[in-house]
């Protein structure tokens, strides 16, 4: 029976709710709630988070297994596409275009348990929320995304009050680059890339290309000196990209410094201190008239203190079908997981395909035959009518979508990114109808590649 049909009497939704579930209207839709002290709860398939991959997934799964058969965990109202923060760091979008309620992302059919899971019982097939339920499944879906660490910076969160520092990676601190980036007058600009696994592995770098075209389109870049400290050894890690950036770097003036890691922060003197991490012990303190910060990331910590958990804390899948390596009714996507490529909207896609068809083998006793090659993308934006459009597999070898040359700067790449992918967002991939473009690559390469 649907648990998200169109009714406009509480008392008719209340008899489609489960046992021990409030329900609520929306006007268009119906959601089940877990208040507190709800007794237990059953669903086919339970998606645990509300991002990418839990929407996507809970769209795909709803098809196959039926409506009121699927349930979502995801304790926030407002679902971002964080993608588009990078342009809004740099003015080119507004913050309120990013972001719908989650109400609204939520596939008609899907039971939305507003809550967070505070553990993970995969022998017994269950969850226990932080309001005090649980929820049992047949299938579980783990779509729980990474946590942001700006407090493993000393000095940080509290230094974004200073007006120059910001940070495109969180809805709190991404206005704040775009505010910094006006302010600037002259000196340091510096962008970072901290020492720890991240999500857009190249938004660290976007942000950094469109202020220096900024400055230079204000008047202001001979008195901007512009440095890029990152904790990698290279640039990028797929080297066609790579030497496509080090050309645009030297071209541009801009000053990279490999294996350098920001620990602290001083705003009372606007300084920066970063750890050498080739020389134990060694700092360098750089004064910063504009900072735009990558906090350390990790992954949640109810994955990490679980049995789901890899050594790294990282949701242990296997990298080709994205089932969980010891439970076989266990499967994630996306960030949360230890998968070895970039973590990206566009490799969620990818998964989201590949995972369809894993659960679905799974579900008729049959192994999964279909594969994940690590296919991701990184729209490496250079400007504000400029991009470089990234892709590749788990190899770090370029597997890309059309028949041209995509390690050059291209306009086209730019409007793409810009106009057509947070459509493509809201109306393909959240509604699981866009698995990643592997037939739009077949056909573009006439079955080739």
């Known amino acids: ?66 409506a009121g058969n699927v349930a979502i965990i995801e304790p926030s109202e407002k679902h971002y596409y964080q993608p588009m923060w990078t342009l809004v760091g740099a003015g080119a979008k507004p913050l309120n275009k990013s972001g719908r309620s989650t109400a609204s992302v939520i596939p008609s059919g899907v039971t939305w348990i507003k809550s967070s899971v505070q553990e993970f019982d995969p022998d017994k097939n269950l969850v226990r929320n932080d309001d005090g339920t649980q929820v049992s499944y047949k299938y579980l879906i783990i779509a729980l995304g990474l946590q942001l660490q700006y407090e493993k910076i000393k000095g940080l969160p509290e230094g974004f009050t200073d007006g120059k520092i910001g940070s495109n990676y969180s809805v709190n601190f991404v206005e704040k680059t775009w505010k910094a980036l006006q302010d600037f007058r002259e000196g340091n600009a510096i962008f970072t890339f901290p020492n720890t696994p991240v999500k857009c592995a190249g938004a ?98 109810v994955i990490q203190k679980s049995p789901l958990a890899d050594a790294g804390g990282w949701l242990d899948v296997n990298k080709e079908n994205l089932q969980h390596c010891r439970y076989s009714n266990v499967f994630g996507i996306g960030d949360c997981t230890n998968l070895p490529t970039s973590k990206t909207a566009a490799a969620v896609a990818a998964q989201s395909a590949v995972l369809s068809q894993t659960i679905s083998l799974v579900m008729k006793n049959q192994k999964p035959t279909h594969k994940y090659d690590g296919y991701t993308s990184c729209p490496l934006v250079t400007g504000y009518n400029r991009c470089v459009l990234a892709e590749f597999d788990y190899e770090a ?38 698995g990643g473009p592997k037939p739009l690559r077949t056909f573009m390469h006439l079955g080739m590649k």
Not at 45 to 59: C, E, F, H, K, P
Not at 207 to 218: A, G, Q, V
Not at 242 to 267: C, W
Request: proline share 7%; with cysteine.
């Open 204 to 301: 660290p770098q976007k942000i950094m290309y469109l202020s220096e075209h900024y400055f230079r389109k204000t008047g202001k870049r001979p008195k901007a000196n512009i440095i890029y400290n990152t904790s990698l050894p290279v640039i990028f890690g797929v080297k066609k990209y790579a030497d496509a950036l080090l050309e645009i770097v030297k071209t541009r003036n801009i000053e990279v410094n490999y294996r350098s890691n920001l620990i602290e922060v001083h705003t009372d003197k606007q300084e920066a201190v970063f750890e050498k991490l080739d020389h134990p012990g060694e700092t360098e303190t750089l004064q910063y008239e504009m900072l735009h910060v990558t906090p350390p990331m990790a992954p949640p910590e």
């Open 397 to 434: 070898q370029p597997l890309e979508t059309f028949p041209f040359d995509q390690g050059k700067e291209r306009r086209s790449m730019f409007h793409m990114k810009a106009d057509l992918m947070p459509p493509l967002y809201w109306y393909a991939l959240l509604k699981g109808l866009w």
């Open 1 to 66: 029976m649907s648990h998200c049909v169109k009714m406009t009497a509480l008392q008719v939704l209340s008899k489609l709710c489960r046992p021990g579930l409030q329900a609520y209207s929306t006007g268009v839709r119906k959601f089940c709630l877990s208040p507190n002290g709800a007794s237990q709860s059953h669903f086919d398939v339970l998606v645990v988070g509300g991002g990418t991959g839990g929407i996507t997934m809970s769209a795909r799964l709803k098809r196959k297994v039926g």
